[in-house]
């Protein structure tokens, strides 16, 4: 068994101290670039300098090397490697580093070229760098002290009016620049509510100084602007507690390139992971996994990712069984990672942990005495065919998809939330393909009465929320922010939001049916262009000649819906998200994790951990023509979905890799109807039919505490983070003291009540285990729990209780694993 191979491999270990100098650099030392060209007054760029480690990978030793300038009137350089022009000429830098020498040519040129100001692109990154634009300071819906600034710069004009005529232009001085409000409250000189945020000694303040001595300039509208960023090096692998120094690079739209990185913004995926310094300085932690760092500049952004392996190296990895190409494609990486997945989970667990997640039910004693007595190889598989076929199958992944599409009773009424509820049931119980379930809620039209999705408009009335709603739903993109500005960490931007707006501008509700008439488009709330209609990441039709026609409302009337081409490129094979959100969101159900996570926020800058695995999920849910039963097949079939959740010296520490099963927090829905199953007392809900289970109700206002302290999604967003799975301390205790579980405990017609009376000791006990863990006692339990009711036999019925209660609230019970 694995478990016992791994002593042996752990005594084979190679330890690598996994600290900064633990992959010690021994092989030549470079300088990237080994050429510099500096044009402009006050050009920049930053050095990288890497050597060949011990092992043969790249080692960052950017911060470590020593610089000297050749001649520091041409050319300065920083402890840190960024080199700055200041005279026209050439020099060199000389890099001392791994006790080698290394020379950068250094030329620099139009040093004194007077400086062309432009406050969009030399003003506002300065802003967005320090933060003055964030939500947390001017760039707050309120601004701070009277002055407010467009969160992110999205809005440039409004930000220049707001520095040099609001408030009678005080915060601007041109007779003294540097007495400008604006530069005494940044660099600290007067009482300011965010601290030191310019130095006066720095580049940064100087820049703003000369913008307001050459007259506070808008800039020429048709100057260059950025049109990418590219981040350097792109990824590496970094020991633990190791570093690595960042470049990025900015491309202009006249094709010239230059160094920002002193002005980008860095933002970790995964703090626990890898940090980041304001200035790009990569810092890994102690725990093996991969890290994304994203960086912006001028609503530009791009990504680094750094593979963090542990310390000690397996000499002798074992060879893995795979049963499919999910296991392949995770060990491949739990390799590079010098982790060894757990053993495979016994029949037991699997068991239990396959019923809640495909029906969110519990195995009953006896089904559980069945699947653990078959000895057939496949009874796995068989299992889970069994399982998609039962009704249950259809009740909770109903009620998943309810809460995502916000089926809400208050709005819709009891008979429309049942109806759309209803076509959500039948389309799951039927296997419906995902992308027709989807295009069937894009392009829904009718009366609400015979149109179940068609209800989805009237719970989400604003053609923007229905925009960017169903875009988190079936995209995993939130563009929501966009409304107001520029996303701040994708490619979003207004434009994009309005014209996805657009498609629902013509869809209203005319009594209760639902009709699209009118013009299909936007207007855009900042430079009042029309937007029309168009996909997110494709060009804006009318972009090129905006408001050039006075009759484009007659031209932009729709001859026919167009939310069916929205649709059918929702659910095209060209999408680049549709397969993939839908793969992501059916594996983060089933292990605990997205490959993307949180699974609704699918960005460039917040990469897949695992992209080749979610690529092959989402070509295998395009090749089924996105049969929704198989993917469940293929996952719960792999040996990566069968792991224990024992862990093993190598990933006790691994949350992110898929090395074993994790303890996942219940949805409260099923959780109820766990405690009401074994206790054999069914729950009774307001104005609701006898026999109902809570993973049925499809009315979320269903008053019920038990289902609110949970975690129940109130359904008034389409946001995953409605659902609160986090375990608390009031949870805790309610599963302690609640009277009303222990009435279920004690009910006459219970289920411990029916043991005591029917069933030995022994035997009992068995039931007890097989009801409430989905597994036989071990022999110690057997022993210590007949011993319990031994001491306690003239009161036998209130020790089985309390045998039960301890079930009830143990960590096995209240959590899936």
Sequence with gaps: MLRNLLPSLLALAILD??????????????????????????????????????????????????????????????????????????????????????TVDVQVSESTRPRQFHFENDIVPLFSRFGCNSSGCHGNSLGQNGFKLSVFGFDPTADHAALTKEDRGRRVLFSAPESSLLLRKASGSMPHGGGIRIPADSFEFETIRGWIAAGCPMGDPKAPHVTGIRVEPAERQLDMKGQQQLRVIARWSDGREADVTAHAKFQTNNEGLASVSADGLVSAGQVAGEAAIMTSYMGSVATFRALVP??????????????????????????????VPSELADDADYLRRVYLDVIGTLPTPAETRKFLADKSADKRSRLVDELLQRPEFADYWALKWADLLRVDRQVLGHKGAYGFYRWIRDSIARNKPLDQFAREIVAAEGP???????????????????????????????????????????????????????????????????????????KHPRTGNTVLPHALGAEDPKSKNQNSNKNQDSKSKIEKDVRIELAAWFTSPENPWF???????????????????????????????????????????????????????????????????KPNATNEKDELNYSRALFRRIDAEVLLDMVSQTTGVEERFPSTPAGYRAIQLWDSKVQHYFLKLFGR?????????????????????????????????????????????????????????????????????????????????????????????????????????
């Design 448 to 522: 609400l009465s015979e149109n179940g999705p068609a209800n989805f408009y009237k719970v989400v009335p604003k053609p923007g929320d229905r925009a960017s709603t169903l875009s988190q739903v079936f995209l995993g993109l939130r563009i929501a922010c966009a409304e107001c500005h520029h996303h701040p960490f994708d490619r979003w931007s207004q434009t994009d939001y309005y014209g996805m707006q657009a498609f629902f501008a013509p869809v209203a509700l005319r009594g209760d049916v639902l009709l699209a008439s009118g013009q299909a488009q936007a």
């Design 713 to 817: 999604p109130a359904r008034v967003s389409a946001c995953e983070c409605e659902r609160n799975t986090e375990p608390g301390v009031s949870q805790i205790l309610h599963l302690l003291n609640s009277p009303g579980i222990q009435a279920k405990l004690s009910h006459e017609r219970g289920a411990v009540a029916k043991l005591v009376r029917s069933k030995k000791d022994a035997e009992l006990i068995e039931e007890l285990y097989l009801t409430f863990f989905c597994r036989y006692p071990t022999e110690a339990e057997r022993t210590a729990s007949l011993q319990y009711l031994t001491r306690h036999a003239e009161n036998r019925r209130q020790a089985a209780e309390d045998l039960a209660w301890s079930l009830l609230n143990s960590l096995e019970f209240v959590f899936n694993h």
């Design 579 to 645: 397969a993939r959100n839908l793969a992501n969101r059916t594996w983060a159900h089933f292990l605990g994790r997205g490959l993307v996570e949180p699974v609704d926020d699918v960005r460039d800058t917040n990469p897949p951990s695992n992209p080749e695995l979610l690529d092959a999920l989402a070509k295998q849910l395009l090749d089924s023509k996105f049969d929704f039963k198989k993917l469940i097949r293929t996952i719960a079939a792999s040996r990566v979905y069968q792991q224990s959740a």
């Design 17 to 102: 101290s996994g600290s900064p100098g633990g992959n010690k650099p021994t092989g030549e030392v470079a300088v990237d670039p080994a050429t510099v060209k500096l044009s402009g007054p006050g050009a920049t760029y930053s050095l990288l300098v890497h050597g060949k480690g011990s092992d043969g990978r790249l080692v960052d030793l950017t911060r470590s090397a020593k610089y000297q300038s050749q001649n520091p009137k041409i050319a300065a350089v920083s402890p840190a490697g960024i080199v700055r022009g200041l005279a026209d000429g050439k020099t060199q830098i000389i890099v001392e580093a791994g006790g080698q020498k290394k």
């Design 310 to 339: 542990r310390a000690e190296k397996i000499a002798n990895y074992p060879n893995l069984p795979e049963n499919n190409f999910i296991d392949g494609l995770v060990f491949k990486k739990l390799k590079k990672l010098n982790i």
